[in-house]
């Protein structure tokens, strides 16, 4: 069993599923030829290197060379694990999951801890939305009013009310549940062993994932505190501020009933639900956090475009500078959306609308743009040497923009701006450091393939073998001897499939493999040789007999090493047999170098 699941059932739901389908709801895919093709979701590139075989419902990446089925591609978009995959997949599917024992006791007890604690999240929810709506909650009611939130959003996000620090401990151990189970949900602490509401008295805001699943808390304070204004229930085993917006499941929805042309990322709840009522609905928050690759990859899969819609004073447009870095280098277009100082979107919505909003998004500028104009801020213009600074620092800033057509026109722009000439501001460009930016987290490289000759002839053959090659059905698979352990598996699996005159199935091999071993990445090696035309013409067949001719001698060899060592051996009989052998093994490689493989 995969994951607790039985294996029958896994390869039953990956047969009724269509790999192109699924692909085609988290991106873009073009069709050429008899394949699909996208930029790759894993790593940043301009020219579509991702694959998705229609035919053998796999996707390979020939740039950062990742690989797997359909399972595999949801548990990396959705950020989840097998288990849930299937589940998401069955679901879309409409197959039962099939009540099976699970494959050993830790998998057992994780997936019931797991589910306890989600258990545990929505029965809170649920609890403090009750107190919401028990006429008990007039501070909490009151604040809701003074936002100007109306009940349908107060309904579609869920808001709650908890109304002290003891009722919801003592609610949780009526049901049942287990005090341990309680405080690693996040949404009770203890201390000196008394438990307590971890939000006690707060406004409540529940943290919803893209499976509508309720993972964590946040909670604002209604009156003045020594402790923050907003804070959020602690990281958990369902909970990581790091790979969580708040929204992504209306944004998930959004996205089931139409095109996203771009995502607006704010900075709070509150600012979510302004714009959501505003009519906004495309948008997001990072909860306060700075923005994380898990969050850029996890927003990419909704739109190419990100509009950042930050606080409008120094403080808020300064920050998360690197996050929006972070943003570009997977890839996704930024966009900065400016507003009018000292507000936020949700001071925007309220004081000047919908329509409002709309015209601050519609003048928001690229993310080089506002670099250039964050950077203006604290230089004194009229002061010669403050504007020799400035022009230094932007210079920095225009050598690292795309295009030339772009540097020009920044170069003209800072032209006008400070009265120097286009000339003297090039040369100096041309002079200018490339920017000192933070270490940014960078995709995965193209790994080298720093394999031997004999390996990568093991490789090209097992390839050859798994994809059909047609010039393959003239030669015998089980005379072809593999060394390494992963081809060896791969051509078990093809002769057991032959014999029971079965289908060879591609997304079947992968899960045979831990994702991230050493294992599945040879299997990726070994995909990484199909182009779409099943390792088919003239130059394959070519290199096919080279390297089966290859494999066959270094077999070869490494008999006549045994057998040159046997007849050393001081038993004359031993010696004679040895001899024998040997001039048998020395005759068939002369026959395979002089050209005959078969």
Same mark, same amino acid.
Request: glycine letters at 8%.
């Given at each position: ?82 288990? $849930?995959? @299937?589940?998401?997949?069955?679901? &879309? =599917? ?7 024992? !699970?494959? #050993?006791? %830790? ?104 499976? $509508?699943? @309720?993972?964590?808390?946040?909670? &604002? =304070? ?7 204004? !907003?804070? #959020?229930? %602690? ?364």
């Amino acid at each position: 069993m995969a994951g607790g699941i039985d294996n029958e059932f896994v390869r039953t739901l990956i047969d009724k599923t269509d790999i192109v389908e699924v692909a085609g709801s988290y991106m873009h895919l073009e069709k050429k030829g008899g394949t699909y093709w996208a930029c790759c979701p894993f790593h940043h590139e301009k020219t579509a290197s991702f694959h998705v075989d229609e035919g053998r419902q796999f996707y390979h990446c020939f740039g950062c060379g990742v690989s797997g089925n359909v399972i595999t591609l949801v548990k990396e978009m959705e950020n989840c694990d097998f288990v $849930d995959a @299937v589940k998401l997949l069955a679901d &879309r =599917a409409k197959l039962p999951i099939p009540q099976t024992a !699970y494959d #050993n006791e %830790r998998t057992v007890a994780l997936k019931k801890k797991r589910d306890t604690i989600l258990k545990i999240l929505n029965d809170c929810a649920h609890f403090y939305l009750d107190n919401l709506n028990s006429g008990k909650a007039d501070a909490h009611i009151e604040y809701i009013l003074s936002r100007k939130i109306p009940s349908n959003i107060v309904r579609a996000f869920g808001l709650g009310a908890s109304l002290n620090y003891t009722d919801l401990p003592k609610y949780l151990l009526a049901k049942g549940y287990d005090k341990q189970d309680m405080i690693d949900s996040g949404a009770i602490n203890e201390a000196e062993g008394r438990l307590t509401d971890s939000q006690g008295g707060r406004l409540i805001f529940p943290i919803i994932n893209a499976f $509508d699943q @309720v993972i964590a808390f946040g909670g &604002r =304070a209604l009156k003045k505190t020594d402790f923050a204004k !907003y804070k #959020n229930t %602690r990281e958990t085993m369902v909970f990581n501020k790091s790979k969580t917006l708040y929204n992504i499941n209306g944004l998930k929805k959004l996205k089931r009933g139409q095109a996203i042309n771009g995502v607006i990322m704010v900075e709070g709840y509150m600012d979510t639900i302004s714009l959501y009522q505003g009519g906004f609905k495309n948008v997001v928050a990072s909860m306060g956090t700075s923005l994380t690759q898990d969050q850029a990859r996890l927003i990419k899969r909704y739109s190419n475009t990100v509009y950042i819609s930050y606080d409008g004073d120094g403080a808020g447009q300064k920050a998360n500078m690197r996050g929006l870095e972070i943003l570009k280098s997977e890839g996704i277009e930024v966009k900065v959306v400016p507003l009018p100082e000292g507000l936020d979107p949700d001071d925007v919505i309220k004081t000047y609308g919908s329509d409002g909003y709309k015209q601050c998004l519609d003048n928001a500028m690229p993310l080089i743009d506002y670099k250039m104009s964050v950077n203006k801020r604290g230089y004194d213009m009229d002061k010669p040497e403050e504007k020799v600074k400035y022009v230094s620092s932007a210079l920095r800033i225009i050598k690292s923009a795309e295009s030339a057509a772009e540097r020009e026109m920044l170069l003209k722009n800072l032209r006008d701006e400070t009265g120097i000439s286009f000339e003297a501001l090039n040369r100096d460009l041309q002079a200018a450091p490339a920017p000192q930016e933070e270490k940014e987290e960078k995709p995965p490289e193209v790994k080298k393939d720093t394999s031997d000759a004999h390996q990568k002839a093991s490789r090209f053959v097992i390839a050859a073998f798994l994809f059909g090659a047609p010039y393959t059905a003239d030669y015998n698979l089980e005379e072809v001897v593999f060394d390494n352990e992963v081809h060896s598996l791969i051509a078990g699996y093809i002769r057991s499939k032959r014999l029971f005159d079965e289908k060879i199935s591609i997304p079947e091999l992968f899960e045979f493999f831990e994702d991230g071993s050493a294992e599945r990445e040879e299997l990726n090696n070994v995909i990484d040789l199909d182009d779409g035309n099943n390792m088919d013409g003239e130059v394959n067949l070519k290199s096919f007999t080279d390297c089966l001719k290859k494999l066959k001698i270094d077999d070869i060899n490494g008999k006549i090493e045994q057998f040159t060592r046997l007849a050393k051996s001081e038993n004359e009989e031993e010696r004679k047999q040895a001899k024998l052998a040997l001039q048998q093994l020395i005759n068939q490689r002369q026959k395979l170098k002089s050209g005959d493989v078969q």
